[in-house]
Protein backbone atom coordinates (compact mmCIF):
# COMPACT_ATOMS: atom_id res chain seq x y z
CA UNK A 1 0.00 0.00 0.00
CA UNK A 2 1.36 3.00 -0.94
CA UNK A 3 2.15 5.58 2.18
CA UNK A 4 -0.64 8.13 2.42
CA UNK A 5 -2.30 9.25 5.68
CA UNK A 6 -4.94 11.70 6.04
CA UNK A 7 -6.69 13.51 9.21
CA UNK A 8 -8.97 13.48 11.01
CA UNK A 9 -10.52 10.30 9.33
CA UNK A 10 -13.97 12.07 10.83
CA UNK A 11 -14.96 15.62 11.27
CA UNK A 12 -18.22 17.24 12.23
CA UNK A 13 -17.91 21.22 12.14
CA UNK A 14 -20.58 23.66 11.59
CA UNK A 15 -21.29 26.18 9.39
CA UNK A 16 -18.74 29.34 8.99
CA UNK A 17 -16.56 27.56 10.49
CA UNK A 18 -12.78 27.21 8.91
CA UNK A 19 -11.56 23.93 8.58
CA UNK A 20 -8.05 22.09 7.55
CA UNK A 21 -7.54 18.36 6.35
CA UNK A 22 -4.34 17.17 6.12
CA UNK A 23 -2.47 14.41 3.69
CA UNK A 24 0.69 13.54 4.22
CA UNK A 25 2.85 10.56 2.04
CA UNK A 26 5.69 9.07 2.29
CA UNK A 27 6.36 7.81 -1.01
CA UNK A 28 7.98 11.48 -1.61
CA UNK A 29 5.89 11.44 -5.01
CA UNK A 30 5.77 14.73 -6.66
CA UNK A 31 1.99 15.08 -7.50
CA UNK A 32 -0.76 15.49 -4.91
CA UNK A 33 -4.11 15.77 -5.67
CA UNK A 34 -7.54 16.54 -3.14
CA UNK A 35 -11.13 14.99 -4.75
CA UNK A 36 -14.74 15.19 -2.88
CA UNK A 37 -16.73 11.99 -3.62
CA UNK A 38 -20.43 12.51 -3.28
CA UNK A 39 -23.21 10.22 -4.41
CA UNK A 40 -24.04 10.89 -8.25
CA UNK A 41 -20.69 12.76 -8.83
CA UNK A 42 -18.56 10.30 -8.84
CA UNK A 43 -14.58 11.80 -7.87
CA UNK A 44 -14.22 15.42 -8.53
CA UNK A 45 -10.94 17.26 -8.10
CA UNK A 46 -10.27 20.15 -6.29
CA UNK A 47 -6.99 20.93 -6.26
CA UNK A 48 -3.68 19.58 -7.27
CA UNK A 49 -0.05 20.38 -6.50
CA UNK A 50 3.03 19.61 -8.90
CA UNK A 51 5.82 20.68 -6.26
CA UNK A 52 6.31 22.67 -3.02
CA UNK A 53 4.23 25.64 -3.13
CA UNK A 54 3.16 25.08 -6.70
CA UNK A 55 -0.76 24.51 -6.98
CA UNK A 56 -3.87 24.73 -9.57
CA UNK A 57 -7.26 24.57 -9.25
CA UNK A 58 -9.16 21.76 -9.85
CA UNK A 59 -13.15 21.66 -11.58
CA UNK A 60 -14.42 22.10 -7.95
CA UNK A 61 -11.96 24.56 -6.25
CA UNK A 62 -14.23 27.38 -5.03
CA UNK A 63 -14.60 27.53 -1.21
CA UNK A 64 -11.68 25.50 -0.79
CA UNK A 65 -7.58 26.38 -0.54
CA UNK A 66 -4.52 24.71 -0.43
CA UNK A 67 -1.28 24.73 0.49
CA UNK A 68 2.11 22.68 0.39
CA UNK A 69 5.16 23.75 2.15
CA UNK A 70 6.71 20.28 2.10
CA UNK A 71 7.11 17.73 -0.04
CA UNK A 72 5.53 15.37 1.88
CA UNK A 73 1.93 17.28 3.15
CA UNK A 74 -0.79 19.00 1.20
CA UNK A 75 -3.22 20.71 3.31
CA UNK A 76 -6.80 21.74 2.08
CA UNK A 77 -8.74 24.42 4.43
CA UNK A 78 -12.55 25.11 3.58
CA UNK A 79 -12.40 28.77 4.54
CA UNK A 80 -15.62 29.37 6.22
CA UNK A 81 -17.74 25.50 5.86
CA UNK A 82 -20.69 25.44 4.08
CA UNK A 83 -23.37 22.62 3.90
CA UNK A 84 -23.02 21.58 0.56
CA UNK A 85 -19.30 20.67 1.56
CA UNK A 86 -20.39 18.00 3.48
CA UNK A 87 -18.34 14.85 1.59
CA UNK A 88 -16.15 12.51 1.17
CA UNK A 89 -12.69 13.73 0.69
CA UNK A 90 -9.81 12.20 -0.87
CA UNK A 91 -6.07 12.48 -1.27
CA UNK A 92 -4.02 11.03 -4.05
CA UNK A 93 -0.44 11.11 -4.96
CA UNK A 94 0.84 10.11 -8.02
CA UNK A 95 4.49 10.72 -9.98
CA UNK A 96 5.75 10.58 -13.25
CA UNK A 97 8.23 7.48 -14.36
CA UNK A 98 8.96 6.02 -17.75
CA UNK A 99 6.28 4.05 -18.74
CA UNK A 100 3.53 6.00 -17.12
CA UNK A 101 1.91 7.15 -14.12
CA UNK A 102 0.20 5.87 -11.63
CA UNK A 103 -2.37 7.64 -8.77
CA UNK A 104 -2.78 6.20 -5.42
CA UNK A 105 -5.47 7.30 -2.82
CA UNK A 106 -5.74 7.79 1.29
CA UNK A 107 -8.32 6.14 3.02
CA UNK A 108 -10.57 9.37 3.25
CA UNK A 109 -12.16 12.06 5.24
CA UNK A 110 -15.39 12.38 6.21
CA UNK A 111 -16.73 15.88 6.25
CA UNK A 112 -20.26 16.37 8.06
CA UNK A 113 -21.06 20.92 8.12
CA UNK A 114 -23.81 20.95 9.92
CA UNK B 1 -13.37 18.71 -18.41
CA UNK B 2 -12.94 15.58 -20.02
CA UNK B 3 -15.72 13.19 -19.69
CA UNK B 4 -15.54 9.18 -19.04
CA UNK B 5 -18.17 7.01 -19.66
CA UNK B 6 -18.41 4.44 -17.64
CA UNK B 7 -21.32 1.35 -18.18
CA UNK B 8 -22.89 -0.34 -16.70
CA UNK B 9 -23.78 1.60 -13.55
CA UNK B 10 -24.32 -1.30 -11.30
CA UNK B 11 -24.55 -5.19 -12.20
CA UNK B 12 -26.25 -7.66 -10.21
CA UNK B 13 -24.83 -11.23 -10.74
CA UNK B 14 -24.44 -14.39 -9.56
CA UNK B 15 -21.40 -15.90 -7.91
CA UNK B 16 -18.73 -17.67 -10.81
CA UNK B 17 -20.20 -15.52 -13.33
CA UNK B 18 -17.76 -13.30 -15.50
CA UNK B 19 -18.70 -9.70 -15.23
CA UNK B 20 -17.17 -7.07 -18.36
CA UNK B 21 -17.43 -3.54 -17.70
CA UNK B 22 -16.25 -0.31 -19.85
CA UNK B 23 -15.12 3.38 -19.82
CA UNK B 24 -15.07 5.55 -23.26
CA UNK B 25 -14.30 9.06 -23.83
CA UNK B 26 -14.22 11.81 -26.70
CA UNK B 27 -10.66 12.16 -26.16
CA UNK B 28 -7.04 10.19 -26.49
CA UNK B 29 -5.92 9.22 -23.15
CA UNK B 30 -2.57 7.97 -22.43
CA UNK B 31 -2.41 6.03 -19.61
CA UNK B 32 -6.13 3.78 -18.38
CA UNK B 33 -6.62 3.20 -14.64
CA UNK B 34 -8.92 0.21 -13.21
CA UNK B 35 -9.21 1.00 -9.52
CA UNK B 36 -11.66 -0.71 -6.61
CA UNK B 37 -13.63 0.76 -3.87
CA UNK B 38 -14.97 -0.89 -0.65
CA UNK B 39 -17.51 0.87 1.27
CA UNK B 40 -15.72 3.24 3.60
CA UNK B 41 -12.09 2.99 1.77
CA UNK B 42 -10.33 4.94 -0.37
CA UNK B 43 -10.05 3.51 -4.28
CA UNK B 44 -7.27 0.79 -4.56
CA UNK B 45 -5.46 1.01 -8.01
CA UNK B 46 -6.44 -2.66 -9.68
CA UNK B 47 -4.63 -2.44 -13.03
CA UNK B 48 -3.19 0.02 -14.95
CA UNK B 49 -2.91 0.58 -18.70
CA UNK B 50 0.20 2.57 -21.06
CA UNK B 51 -0.06 1.51 -24.47
CA UNK B 52 -2.96 1.13 -27.06
CA UNK B 53 -3.76 -2.33 -27.61
CA UNK B 54 -2.08 -3.40 -24.19
CA UNK B 55 -4.01 -6.87 -22.10
CA UNK B 56 -2.87 -6.67 -18.55
CA UNK B 57 -4.13 -9.07 -15.96
CA UNK B 58 -4.31 -9.27 -12.27
CA UNK B 59 -5.76 -12.38 -11.06
CA UNK B 60 -9.09 -12.98 -11.88
CA UNK B 61 -9.09 -9.52 -13.67
CA UNK B 62 -8.30 -8.79 -16.91
CA UNK B 63 -8.07 -5.21 -18.53
CA UNK B 64 -7.52 -3.74 -22.20
CA UNK B 65 -6.53 -0.36 -23.42
CA UNK B 66 -8.28 0.52 -26.30
CA UNK B 67 -6.66 0.37 -29.91
CA UNK B 68 -8.34 3.91 -30.40
CA UNK B 69 -6.75 5.00 -26.97
CA UNK B 70 -10.29 6.45 -26.12
CA UNK B 71 -11.83 3.28 -23.86
CA UNK B 72 -11.14 0.63 -21.76
CA UNK B 73 -12.19 -2.44 -20.77
CA UNK B 74 -12.38 -4.52 -17.48
CA UNK B 75 -13.49 -8.05 -17.17
CA UNK B 76 -13.96 -9.91 -13.70
CA UNK B 77 -13.60 -14.03 -14.24
CA UNK B 78 -15.22 -16.89 -12.10
CA UNK B 79 -16.38 -13.76 -9.24
CA UNK B 80 -16.89 -14.56 -6.13
CA UNK B 81 -18.73 -12.18 -2.83
CA UNK B 82 -15.80 -10.59 -2.14
CA UNK B 83 -15.70 -8.71 -5.54
CA UNK B 84 -18.42 -6.63 -4.37
CA UNK B 85 -17.65 -3.03 -4.82
CA UNK B 86 -17.75 -0.28 -7.05
CA UNK B 87 -14.80 -0.14 -9.88
CA UNK B 88 -13.91 2.98 -11.46
CA UNK B 89 -11.87 3.60 -14.28
CA UNK B 90 -9.34 6.79 -14.49
CA UNK B 91 -7.45 8.39 -17.88
CA UNK B 92 -4.79 10.78 -17.93
CA UNK B 93 -5.35 12.93 -20.68
CA UNK B 94 -2.21 13.67 -22.60
CA UNK B 95 -2.45 16.91 -22.68
CA UNK B 96 -3.02 17.59 -19.02
CA UNK B 97 -0.46 15.73 -17.77
CA UNK B 98 -0.70 14.57 -14.41
CA UNK B 99 -4.21 14.98 -14.07
CA UNK B 100 -6.76 12.46 -13.75
CA UNK B 101 -10.33 12.02 -14.98
CA UNK B 102 -12.69 9.71 -13.33
CA UNK B 103 -15.50 7.23 -14.53
CA UNK B 104 -18.98 7.46 -12.60
CA UNK B 105 -18.43 4.03 -11.33
CA UNK B 106 -19.85 0.36 -11.96
CA UNK B 107 -21.08 -0.92 -8.25
CA UNK B 108 -21.34 -4.88 -8.16
CA UNK B 109 -22.93 -6.72 -6.96
CA UNK B 110 -22.46 -10.45 -6.15
CA UNK B 111 -24.77 -13.58 -5.31
CA UNK B 112 -23.80 -16.18 -3.45
Known amino acids: DAGITQSPRHKVTETGTPVTLRCHQT?????MYWYRQDPGHGLRLIHYSYGVKDTDKGEVSDGYSVSRSKTEDFLLTLESATSSQTSVYFCAISESRPGGEEQYFGPGTRLTVT | GQQLNQSPQSMFIQEGEDVSMNCTSS?????WLWYKQDPGEGPVLLIALYKAGELTSNGRLTAQFGITRKDSFLNISASIPSDVGIYFC????????????FGSGTKLNVKP
Open chain 2, 90 to 101: AGLYQYNFNKFY
Open chain 2, 27 to 31: SIFNT
Open chain 1, 27 to 31: ENHRY
